[in-house]
């Protein structure tokens, strides 16, 4: 049963990876994985508070809580990594931190399409609200 929610969960992934197309290059959740591992970018999760406090990706900063002075959370680098993040690949919510850091100038920005949802049926660790 499990192996084929997981095939579900994939190719629901898989048709949907382009909902926001062109507007900031996809990276994959291997690869967010191992950012989140060795502290190399910034991640922002984009889904609200609620869902941050129940789980987000490890070192995500909660995009409602930092927006109102986001320029403090981000690195003077502004080629730094920057990962942003929603829901799932439906979710065009990450557009609102993606634009926002690079409204300030910052030029190297990801899209996480697969979300939370996708890293939760990935099984990967999460972390919840502080």
């Known amino acids: 049963m499990k192996k084929i929610f997981s ?21 994959s ?6 950012l ?3 502290k190399s970018a910034v991640i922002i999760d984009a889904n609200g508070p609620d869902s941050y406090q129940a789980a987000h ?5 909660e995009f409602n809580a930092i ?3 986001l320029a403090a959370s981000l690195p003077a680098d502004k080629n730094a990594l920057i990962v942003a993040y929603c829901g799932n ?16 100038g910052y030029t190297n920005i990801k899209h996480m399409s ?14 919840q609200g502080k």
């Open 7 to 27: 095939f579900f969960v994939a190719a629901f992934i898989a048709v949907c990876a382009h909902a926001h197309p062109g507007e900031f290059a996809d990276i």
């Open 29 to 34: 959740i291997t690869d967010v994985s191992r």
């Open 36 to 38: 989140a591992e060795t």
């Open 57 to 61: 990706v490890p070192t995500a900063l």
């Open 67 to 69: 927006k109102g002075n």
């Open 89 to 104: 690949p439906a979710c065009g919510a990450y557009l609102r931190a993606a634009k926002a850091a690079q409204k300030l």
């Open 114 to 127: 697969a979300g939370i949802d996708g890293w939760k049926a990935a099984g990967l660790k999460t972390e």
